[in-house]
C-alpha cells in the first residue's frame, strides 16, 4: 500500500507541475510585458494540499528541466531551503493577510458577478487600478527582507 501511495504522490506531482505550466501559459497568452510566474507553497517536503515535492521541483530546475514558474514562495518556516530556484519567504509580516487580501480585489475585480453585487460596480476602471496598486504597495511593505529573516 506504501509503494501504491508513493506512485500515485509522484505521478500528482508530475501532473501538476504540468497543469501549472499550462495555467501559466495561458494566463500570460497575448500580454506585452514578461510576467514573472510565482508558485505558492506551505514549505513542506511534500505538500499534501499541492501534491508537489518541494526537492523535486529545485531538482528539475537544476537538471534544466521546464517547472512552469519562475519564482517560489514559501513559508519562511520552512524546513527546506531551495538551491536552484528563486524563492521569497510569503509569511511576510507574520501572516498572510496582505497577501489574501491581494488575490481577493483582484478576484473580485475580474469577476463580473461579484462587481455587480459589490460596491466595486461604483469604482471607474482607474480608481481600480489605483486600489490594485495601493494593495500591491501593502503587500511589498510589509515584506520579511533578507536581514530581517536573519
Same mark, same amino acid.
Given at each position: 500500500?506504501?509503494?501504491?501511495?508513493?506512485?500515485?504522490? %509522484?505521478?500528482?506531482?508530475?501532473?501538476?507541475?504540468?497543469? #501549472?505550466?499550462?495555467?501559466?501559459?495561458?494566463?500570460?497568452? +497575448?500580454?506585452?510585458?514578461?510576467?514573472? %510566474?510565482?508558485?505558492?507553497?506551505?514549505?513542506?517536503?511534500?505538500?499534501?494540499?499541492?501534491?508537489?515535492?518541494?526537492?523535486?521541483?529545485?531538482?528539475?530546475?537544476?537538471?534544466?528541466?521546464?517547472? +512552469?514558474?519562475?519564482?517560489?514562495?514559501?513559508?519562511?518556516?520552512?524546513?527546506?531551503?531551495?538551491?536552484? #530556484? *528563486?524563492?521569497?519567504?510569503?509569511?511576510?509580516?507574520?501572516?498572510?493577510?496582505?497577501?489574501?487580501?491581494?488575490?481577493?480585489?483582484?478576484?473580485?475585480?475580474?469577476? *463580473?458577478?461579484?462587481?455587480?453585487?459589490?460596491?466595486?460596480?461604483?469604482?471607474?476602471?482607474?480608481?481600480?487600478?489605483?486600489?490594485?496598486?495601493?494593495?500591491?504597495?501593502?503587500?511589498? +511593505?510589509?515584506?520579511?527582507?533578507?536581514?530581517?529573516?536573519?
Amino acid at each position: 500500500m506504501a509503494e501504491l501511495l508513493l506512485r500515485y504522490m %509522484r505521478v500528482r506531482h508530475s501532473l501538476t507541475v504540468a497543469s #501549472i505550466g499550462a495555467l501559466f501559459d495561458y494566463a500570460c497568452e +497575448g500580454l506585452e510585458a514578461q510576467l514573472t %510566474r510565482v508558485l505558492m507553497m506551505e514549505g513542506e517536503l511534500y505538500s499534501w494540499t499541492s501534491g508537489l515535492w518541494l526537492e523535486e521541483l529545485d531538482t528539475a530546475i537544476a537538471n534544466g528541466e521546464e517547472a +512552469g514558474f519562475d519564482e517560489l514562495w514559501l513559508d519562511s518556516g520552512t524546513s527546506y531551503v531551495p538551491q536552484h #530556484i *528563486p524563492y521569497r519567504s510569503y509569511m511576510w509580516s507574520r501572516s498572510r493577510y496582505f497577501i489574501s487580501q491581494f488575490f481577493q480585489l483582484t478576484g473580485a475585480l475580474c469577476d *463580473p458577478r461579484s462587481r455587480i453585487h459589490t460596491a466595486l460596480r461604483y469604482k471607474t476602471v482607474e480608481e481600480c487600478r489605483q486600489m490594485v496598486v495601493e494593495r500591491w504597495q501593502l503587500v511589498h +511593505g510589509s515584506a520579511l527582507n533578507a536581514q530581517a529573516a536573519f
